[in-house]
Nanobody
Framework: QVHLEESGGGSVQAGGSLRLSCAGTPWAVTRYCMAWFRQVPGEEREGVASIDREGSARYAGSVKGRFTISQDDDENRLYFQMSSLKPEDTAMYYC???????????????????WGQGTQVTVSS
């Protein structure tokens, strides 16, 4: 299992921004499919964005145009720039890895092999 650890969560006002970061093993983050999921207590874990090793990104319709997923090859880190945050974005955000160079068209939590511990994002109105 690849170790992943998220950071950067916090509390912001609606319309604000946060940048999440996910650190992994030196070789893993930019080699395989990476994704961000989020989950509200009692609800299903939702796929928000993914990026493959070539840098091709996909986004859930609810965040497209507001959030940007990226990877840093030198630092072996995954980033998630979240702007124009809304109260409905409030959730625990998880970094995930799938042992594949490509990402699935539809993000499903059971398809991913490694997970971080999560970082809380709270957006107030």
């Amino acid at each position: 299992q690849v170790h992943l650890e998220e950071s950067g969560g916090g509390s912001v006002q609606a319309g604000g921004s946060l940048r999440l970061s996910c650190a992994g093993t030196p070789w893993a983050v930019t080699r395989y499919c990476m994704a961000w999921f989020r989950q509200v207590p009692g609800e299903e874990r939702e796929g928000v964005a993914s990026i493959d090793r070539e840098g091709s990104a996909r986004y859930a319709g609810s965040v497209k145009g507001r959030f940007t997923i990226s990877q840093d090859d030198d630092e072996n880190r995954l980033y998630f720039q979240m702007s124009s945050l809304k109260p409905e974005d409030t959730a625990m955000y998880y970094c995930a890895l799938k042992f594949s160079a490509d990402c699935p068209s539809h993000l499903t939590a059971t398809l991913f092999d490694s997970w971080g511990q999560g970082t809380q994002v709270t957006v107030s109105s």
